[in-house]
């Protein structure tokens, strides 16, 4: 077995803040070419119609100025949506900015200023005038979802609605206890620090090299080469460093598409970077209309639940998520029905943001759990224990492993769970109604398809390659642990170089499988290593690995040595010097196992339990303690972990408190398009958060025992927080954000 | 953003002359709004008069016992100036609710005075807006408009006064100091800001070419029962939805004076004299602050998303009024509502 003794498990630092914390990391903005042209798009006003007109002559004299394409003058662009179809596109035509007079959307780029500085163009855009032939916007889910449908092409397999099981609705009339019940949620809008932006630099010889915002370099090199018809040695893309992208990076951007279209066609290097404002009508979380019907007999036990969800998808795109069958797989029942529906919207098509599908889906389920529970007039979490379920009743799969059960004990212990009293507003404590709120997480562990090159040196050193992004996660850093500890090396020697389409194949960063997959890779590359020095040790004379497999062997000062005895082995640099070698190099690859996948099937799990705090009488919302106890198989590091469990509860309280567009529905537009007006947590709103990973051991959700941390924090975050307000107010909210105006209203004795 | 010129005022003089000489100069202090409005296309100066250099950044006390603040002092000098923090502490509790420690250091004294609204219709140039654009129309009426007044709003505007410091300014009844080119004077703080009326392009009373030379505190100073709530979107960092700067003289349990100012709910920060005159020589007792916020809010009126503000408002009301009489104000470091 490989040796996981020391660097597996340790809280290192990531080896990528120094340069982040002194601003030497450079961002896709921030590649600097001389003579370089600068981009800035101008977007529509209205939500949906045409452009009757557009004059850009103002903004074409405006000094400084290079051109101004609109959808008249832009140069030829792949005609098919196949080449439009990115690695993670959607049932649907793509977006293809300027691809004519018609307006789908809400802040759609109409026209793209290129000129000498970026003054210049964002100056000149003001001067675009357009006269547009509107139509009526279609922007409000709650009346748009009259007119929902069944999409008639999956995006993903996985995401159709389960099977319908049992006869939901007969147990549901025969239960004793039972809710019915509509939550609403507003739309998100992902707003990571960095903005969407690219540079490209032009070579003398025509090729480019594009620095992108994104989530895959591979994804964005491939747009780029259907759209534009460039051969894949003329382009290579870099995103060496993201500054937060949560799924907005995972499908590239129309600035992708401006910067290489500008540089492609005035033959010089372009940079197109996004305003704050542009954030807005990029991907975003759609809004959601779900309908709970649960029942449960006298013991808690659930009889019945079926799950309907309405979402919002753009008139150009269905853009589909997995909202509903976690409601099929998180408790045991034996009668489900759940159903998944669309709302055609003039607003851009929706994204993968944070936990795509299961953060909504649990907003729905385990604030209905919650209702359920008080129905029954049973505890909220003795409920949920009492519903435990040990494989996936939806495929009839078995779980690699589940310790969610260790999440509810370990976590309820570490909150005080036992100190509570279930009546709604028992717990006050002078001016504060105390709430005290639990739900359960889950999110899919999977493996995507993922290719390392691991080279290491005789004096120890190694290097790490991959097409793989690190979004801010740690990715850098863990794998960099991976490659020391499988070569018995410390971390400091390994360098890892990714974010670059010219490395080993890798899929988008997104979905938890970053860690899995390409650290899966990294350790079958260094296994690669250790065989090939097998074979050449064993083939020097008097080699004391003679006879050995290479599951006998580890590397210890720089030797490669029997694990057993590690007195038995060769200097590494003899093994290479003597076949005249200056290093080696393996191959890692993975692949989700298909057998495997026709009997298991592998989760995270989470179970997050807040107290809030609120003024009696004012509505002042704290959520003053988290716990998130979190299962998810082997930690490589706790402390990055940590760090991707701590954003995604914080992103998780704004999901419940503040986040919302607003969209005026007359006009259809969003009207908050700004972070002083779209609200996300202050740090005034985050008190003690504190995250428990409990002991997983799980030998096939991938090679390395990982199952990724990126979303599973997020999930059910939003319940807890609207279970413990119930739990403090008495009033249970179904409408999200919970703003304070709401929670005022639904104070006791208004 | 627009191309503009830029000079740099040595005295104020320089400062009065650049102004006359261009009737859309902006005077540009810490430019913690003027600039973001410019790079949203909302302000477009010709030109901008920096007026950094002028000697307005002294906190001088005077023989009397009023403090007079020059108009280029940062709203962090002042929150943390000790006469300031002894005579008149409501005013640098206001102060440290708002903005952010780096946005108080750039922000000046009469710059928080002129900061325009946070209406959304009035940031986006693509929409209608009477204070943008005078006759383009109000976006706001009949649509998104949490964030909007409850009280004296007009057919025309339904905008708010975003300041903090503005609202405790209100209820010290300071007096503004401006100099312009027919000489001195003062304006009363109820009179600086004004209703939207028929022309809510037209935020306050100064006229062109004059300039904010410094803030003016006399008289009670309110320093033993006083109170800043305000109420917000998330704890810190957010404008007032509804925030209410409370001031009591309590004698054996009587109210012998007061004063109460309301943000977040009209154009300019909310003060009624006439009422706080009514209430004197009542009990400073809930009941009373009950009447109070209810005469107060009398002819409050919500445009829909902003119903809201109005019970809102009469629950923050009684709540700082009940700070203020127990001589606890509320905090600002930690944000908890007391």
Redesign the interface.
Known sequence: MLNEKNVFGSPLPRIDGPLKVTGTAPYAAEYHDPGMLFGHAFYATVASGRIASIDTSKAEAYPGVVKVYTHKNRPALASSDDAWKDEVALPGHPFRPLENDRILYDGQPIALVIAETFEAARDAADLIRVDYAADAPHTDIEVEQAKSYVPPEPRKEDFLPTDPRGDAEAAYDAAPFKIDAEYVQEGEHHNPMELFGTSVIRSEDGTLTVYDKTQGSQNSHDLVCGVFGLKPEQVRVVNAYVGGAFGSGLRPKHQLIFAVMASLDLKRSVRVEMSRREMFYLTWRPATVQRMQVAADADGRLMSVRHHAVQATSLYEDYQENVVNWSGLTYKCDNVRLSYELAKTTMSTPGDMRAPGAATGFLALESAIDELAYEVGMDPLELRGKNFVTYDQNDDLQLTSKALDLCYREGAERFGWDKRSHEPGSMRDGQDLVGWGVATGVWEATLSPAEAKVRLFPDGKITVSAAASDIGTGTYTILAQIAAQNLGQTIDRVSVLIGDSSLPKTAVEGGSWTAASSGSAVQAGCLEIKKTLLSLAQKMDNSPLKGAAVEDLAIRDNRLVLDRNDQLGLAIADILGSNEMSSVEGHGKVEPDQEQAKKYISYTHSAVFVEVRIDAELGVPRVTRVVSAIAAGKIINPKTARSQILGGVVMGLGMALHEEGMIDHRTGRIMNHNLAEYHVPAHADIHDIDVIFVEEEDDKASPIGVKGLGEIGIVGVGAAVANAIFHATGTRHRHFPITIDKIMEGLPGQ | ???FSYTRAETLGDAMAALAANPTARLLAGGTNLIDLMKY?VERPAAIVDINRLPLKEIEELPDGSIRIGALVSNATVAHHPAVTERYPLLCSAILAGASPQLRNAATTGGNLLQRT?C??F??P??PCNKREPGSGC?AI???N??HAILGASEHCIATHPSDMCVALAALAAIVEVEGPDGRRDIPFSDFHRLPDDHPERDNTMRHGEIITAVRLEGNHFAGHHSYLK?????????A?VSVAAALDVKNGMIVDMRIALGGVAHKPWRDSLAEAEFAGQPATEETFAALADRLLAGAEGQGDND?KI??AR??I??ALKQAAAGTPQVQS?????
């Open positions: 953003m627009r191309p296309d946070r959304y219709y940031y986006d693509s929409t976006g009949g649509g998104v949490r964030i109420l917000r979107d998330r704890l810190s960092y957010a404008f939805l809201f019970p809102m629950k923050a009684v709540r930690d944000k908890q509502i007391r």
